[in-house]
């Protein structure tokens, strides 16, 4: 049986009745203060979730907040933190002890490209500590509430960029880490009766990636940036079925499967030169 909803909304996917139940009441979404993030917010309230929206920028949440509480009867928990701190992600789990908390969304990232060696050391370790760090810890301890309770999941949000990305070197990395710890947890939590996806977005339309087209001058309409709607319905489908992996729209699918099948010397080969082709003359020349 299903739930429709008729909404103003943008389409939202066909989920069984009971999704509430087995992954709510409350939802955790981290790095909720736009683009995918926020969208998971939305489209959870929508379906009568609770949440606890995380980022850093207090007003956005806050805006969020107050929207999302006046369209829907649903509360809405604002945690302005900095995930790359220490202290950031332990405010997430000393916040939320008293939720009954069913689904963790660990979205927040940070994304760094050009050359290795442009990069301050600082920046590297900054995108490490949200990415990789705060995603763990994370999914440590909500992971082992969501296990004792017996039913919900968490989506990790990983990229398509989670094979060794020559110029996109650490977020390539920090993201086959959490496509790793993804899969792995996904084995050890199936018989706690937990739920885990994977969701491994192409180029989907956010401040991050408006950013980093913004910076590389890439010409929009070569670009097809999915609609941040589209990205997140197929994750909500992904989790209520346990698929493992998701990766949203044909055409990125079929970059993975592509890339997927090619030894990884050749697939580094590939993406290397494509990545540096797309970097601007500035950052290729200082890399060189
Ligand atoms: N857009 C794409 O094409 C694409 C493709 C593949 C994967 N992804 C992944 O999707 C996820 C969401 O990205 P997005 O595209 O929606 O970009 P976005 O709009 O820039 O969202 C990133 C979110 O992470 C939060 N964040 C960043 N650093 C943080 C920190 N130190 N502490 C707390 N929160 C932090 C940001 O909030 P504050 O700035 O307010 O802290 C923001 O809410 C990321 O993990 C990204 O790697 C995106």
């Known amino acids: 049986m299903s739930l ?4 103003k909304e943008p389409k939202l996917p066909r989920l069984p009745i009971d999704f509430r139940t087995r992954f709510g009441p409350w939802a955790i979404i981290t790095g909720a203060s736009s ?3 926020a969208e998971f917010a ?15 920028r207090k007003q956005k ?10 369209k829907h009867a649903v509360q809405v928990k604002v945690i302005a933190v900095d995930l790359a701190q220490q202290d950031g992600w332990r405010t997430v789990v000393e916040e939320t002890e008293q939720l009954d908390v069913g689904l963790l969304v660990n979205n927040a990232g940070v994304e760094l490209h050009g050359s290795f ?5 600082e920046s590297h370790m900054n995108l490490i500590s949200v990415n990789v760090t705060a995603a763990s810890a994370l999914a440590h301890d909500i992971g082992l509430r969501i296990a004792k309770r017996g039913s919900g999941g968490i989506i ?3 990229s398509l960029s989670h094979r060794p990305t020559p110029w996109w070197a650490t977020y390539s990395s920090s993201k086959s880490f959490v496509t790793s710890l993804g899969l792995a947890l996904r084995n050890e939590l199936k018989p706690k009766g937990v739920h885990v996806s994977v969701l491994e ?8 990636s408006d950013a980093w087209m913004r910076d590389l001058s890439c010409p929009d309409k070569k670009w097809n940036q999915m609609p941040v709607e589209q990205c997140v319905s197929a994750a909500m489908v992904a989790i209520v079925h346990n698929d493992a992996q998701i990766t949203p729209g044909w055409r990125s699918s079929a970059k993975v499967h592509i890339i997927g099948a090619l030894p990884t010397w050749l697939s580094v080969k590939i993406t290397g030169s494509a990545s540096k082709k797309c970097m601007n003359a500035a950052s290729v020349n200082n890399a060189e």
């Not at 429709?4 to 909404?7: I, L, N, S, V």
């Not at 939305?42 to 850093?56: D, H, M, P, W």
């Not at 060696?117 to 050391?121: G, K, S, T, Y």
Request: proline residues 2%.
């Open 4 to 7: 429709a909803r008729t909404t």
């Open 35 to 37: 683009g995918i993030g």
């Open 42 to 56: 939305r489209q959870l309230t929508i379906f009568g979730f609770s949440v606890v929206i995380v980022a850093r």
């Open 61 to 70: 949440l806050d805006e969020l907040a107050n929207m999302l509480i006046k």
């Open 117 to 121: 060696f442009d990069q301050r050391v």
């Open 156 to 158: 990790f949000v990983s």
């Open 201 to 208: 977005p192409g180029l989907v339309k956010s401040e991050m």
